[in-house]
């Protein structure tokens, strides 16, 4: 029988019954996960708490699948957050942004905020612009009022570089939102260009595709681009959006590499 069918087709009903059975295994994910006691706000599911990653317990979204940045990013743009200017409208609304890399958990609410809103990546091709960030002549300088990126940096392979070309589209006042994957200890960012070997660089810097694992300094190489920074973690929401976004693991992962304490970045130009 398999034969008699074109291959087009196997592959369509192949296709077509994994979708089908990735439905299924959610429905009764989700099914397993009735309750009350955590809520994404992002999509707005409300259950028993949160699925699992690779280092974090009870940290991911099973509807949307935000992580614990997502979920911060948002409480920030709800004005949750403990730390003044920053409210959704006052870094959003009518403003020109440039979000690179867009995540679908926040793609949509960022747009319909925005007055002009582009997307740019390196290599994805669902994005209004291909960039490297470390070097963006096509983009004038001085034309952005806000800029997101959120884990791209680590991506880069020259961030200072990166740093300087934020500082120079923003305009006077203008904002980089930025979040890395930074280790919990006190350290300093881990590089080394000679690394290339995949399996070396998830060792070192927790994925294969990443060329570094930031340390406490991230904060000095943008002040070092002639950015004024600005530092909102967890400790800045009260205590019932912390557990109730879960803005923090539930448990402190013990890999050496693990980012416990997400931390958002508002860098500001001028």
Same mark, same amino acid.
């Given at each position: ?16 019954? +994994?979708?089908?059975?990735? *439905? $299924? ?27 699992? =990653? ?27 957050? =403990? ?6 409208? =006052? ?5 020109? %942004?440039?979000? @690179?890399?867009? +995540? ?32 963006? #002549? ?5 034309? @952005? ?30 904002? $980089?939102?930025?979040? %890395? ?20 660089? +998830? ?5 294969? =595709? ?18 004024? %920074? ?19 693991? #539930?448990?402190?992962?013990?890999? #050496? ?9 508002? *860098?500001?130009?001028?």
């Amino acid at each position: 029988m398999r034969e008699l069918l074109p291959l087009r087709l196997r592959r369509f009903l192949g296709e077509r019954y +994994e979708a089908r059975r990735a *439905a $299924a295994k959610k429905r009764h994910l989700l099914r397993s996960l009735r309750g009350d006691s955590v809520q994404c706000n992002v999509c707005g599911w409300r259950g028993a708490h949160f699925t699992d =990653d690779h280092w974090h317990r009870g940290t991911i979204c099973p509807e949307c699948g935000s992580q614990v940045r997502h979920r911060m990013f948002a409480a920030m743009l709800d004005g949750m957050a =403990d730390i003044s200017g920053l409210s959704l409208g =006052d870094l959003m609304v009518g403003k020109s %942004v440039l979000h @690179f890399a867009p +995540e679908r958990q926040l793609r949509d609410r960022i747009k319909s905020a925005a007055g002009q809103y582009v997307t740019a990546d390196f290599d994805r091709g669902d994005c209004d612009l291909k960039l490297d960030m470390s070097s963006m #002549p096509a983009v004038a300088g001085a034309c @952005f009022d806000i800029v997101i990126a959120c884990d791209v940096l680590e991506h880069v392979p020259d961030d200072r570089a990166a740093m300087c070309e934020l500082r120079r589209i923003l305009r006077k006042g203008g904002r $980089a939102i930025l979040t %890395v994957p930074q280790k919990d200890r006190p350290s300093a960012t881990d590089e080394d260009p000679a690394v290339t070997d995949p399996a070396e660089r +998830e060792r070192r810097f927790g994925q294969k =595709d990443h060329v570094r694992m930031f340390g406490d300094d991230f904060t000095a190489r943008l002040q070092e681009a002639g950015l004024h %920074v600005t530092t909102l973690g967890a400790e800045n929401f009260d205590a019932a959006t912390r557990s109730r976004h879960v803005l923090i693991p #539930p448990a402190p992962s013990p890999h #050496p590499l693990a980012t416990n304490q997400r931390r958002i970045y508002i *860098a500001r130009c001028g």
